[in-house]
């Protein structure tokens, strides 16, 4: 895989399609890598302690290598 962590990168498909934006974890083995802020889903996130509220969380989900080009 030619990406690696903290590499700088533009997307070139999908919803971010344009994007710029810097890698936070890379998956060689399936070909996968998150970037800081895009890709995002929300996530439901149940009360860990009684009497607190649950909250929804934005994460980055992983996206194929393939979808994005390093740039200089």
């Not at 810097?22 to 083995?29: G, I, L, R, S, T």
Request: no cysteine.
């Amino acid at each position: 895989m030619h990406i690696k962590k903290g590499d700088t990168v533009k997307i070139l498909s999908g919803d971010d399609k344009g994007k710029t934006g810097k890698v936070a974890h890379a998956f060689p083995a399936l070909g996968k890598i998150v970037i800081e802020g895009m890709n995002t889903v929300k996530k439901h996130q149940k009360a860990r302690k009684q009497g607190t509220k649950g909250q929804m969380v934005e994460i980055s989900m992983p996206m194929n290598a393939s979808k994005v080009a390093k740039v200089e």
